[in-house]
């Protein structure tokens, strides 16, 4: 019982942790940040900050070319 628990909470954070690694690896950051998603209500404001507000290093990089 408590094994086919496990296995559906971990399923569950594959699907969460996934498209966020996702998502930080095309925005230029270390996939390894997507962690900060099991953080309660901390981590997720961390995510959407550092999304929102920080200059993504993929598209610091395209624009340092085109100059």
């Known amino acids: 019982m408590?094994?086919?628990e496990f296995?559906?909470?971990f399923i569950i954070g594959l699907l969460i942790f996934l498209p966020?690694?996702?998502t930080y690896k095309?925005?230029?950051f270390h996939p390894a940040w997507a962690a900060l998603v099991f953080?309660?209500?901390f981590g997720l404001l961390l995510i959407f900050m550092q999304l929102a507000l920080v200059p993504w290093p993929s598209l610091r990089d395209k624009t340092d070319n085109l100059s």
């Open 26 to 28: 095309k925005a230029g």
């Open 7 to 9: 296995i559906q909470v």
């Open 20 to 22: 966020v690694s996702l």
């Open 2 to 4: 408590m094994f086919e």
């Open 39 to 41: 953080l309660p209500v």
